[in-house]
């Protein structure tokens, strides 16, 4: 329990600090054609439809070298000092926690796709491959990029599906409807901008998958190693 409110604590204080960044709704008051270079990389990495998701993997321990005076890992990824037990007559170092950090961004959002279009028009075109766009937006879907803003220590391939849970898909996006399973992932890009876009339904047995008028969606990822959830609140706007 114990080890469980603490992850808790250390993912809410870095979505705190990730949700501060953002403090302007420039995109209300004022046309794509007008967003700078700055604005448009806000788009595609913090905004309503662009989440960072903080997400705690599996505990190591921390290289003694990198361990301050105070008992805290100088090493970023790791979020919590050491509290030494005794086992045994022996000093045991409880192990820190290994943090990542995910991207997830509903790619539909004609505001998304404003804001690569807005880069390519200001001759920034390497920072919008950097940022992973997706390699197509059908009409008939709805696409989600997830890439890896910061990578966990020791965690191997950050994409690696789990395979143990045989009720649900690994993958899924949760709406007031139901629970949707992509018909189609595709990775792209290699090292910092590798990403995986999932292309779910806009239409399920004949009907929408999302209210068109506004609808909250929750993405879930269940890794081999991690659980990346991430909920948008959409407007009728962003649902076209």
Not at 138 to 151: E, G, L
Request: net charge positive.
């Amino acid at each position: 329990m114990r080890r469980a409110l603490r992850i808790a604590t250390v993912c809410g204080l870095l979505w705190v600090a990730v949700v501060a960044v953002r403090a302007d709704d420039f995109w209300k008051r004022k046309p794509p054609s007008q967003w700078t270079a700055d604005e448009a990389l806000q788009i595609l990495g913090n905004s309503p439809w662009t989440k960072q998701e903080p997400v705690a993997t599996s505990a190591v321990i921390c290289d003694p070298n990198d361990i301050d005076a105070n008992g805290n890992c100088r090493d970023l990824r790791f979020q919590f000092p050491r509290e030494p037990k005794r086992r045994r007559g022996r000093e045991i170092p409880n192990a820190h926690f290994n943090v990542a950090i995910y991207l997830v961004r509903w790619d539909s959002a004609p505001e998304v796709a404003a804001a690569f279009a807005r880069l390519e028009a200001l001759g920034e075109r390497a920072s919008a491959v950097f940022r992973s766009p997706p390699p197509r937006r059908p009409a008939d879907r709805y696409v989600i990029t997830m890439n890896v803003v910061q990578p966990a220590k020791d965690s191997g391939d950050p994409f690696a599906l789990r395979a143990d849970n045989k009720e649900k898909e690994p993958v899924r996006l949760k709406t007031s409807r139901g629970t949707f399973a992509p018909l189609e992932t595709l990775r792209s890009g290699v090292g910092a901008d590798e990403a995986l876009h999932f292309f779910f339904p806009r239409m399920q047995d004949g009907r929408p998958i999302l209210d068109s008028r506004g609808d909250t969606a929750e993405f879930v990822f269940e890794g081999k190693k991690v659980s990346v959830k991430s909920k948008f609140s959409l407007n009728a706007d962003s649902l076209r």
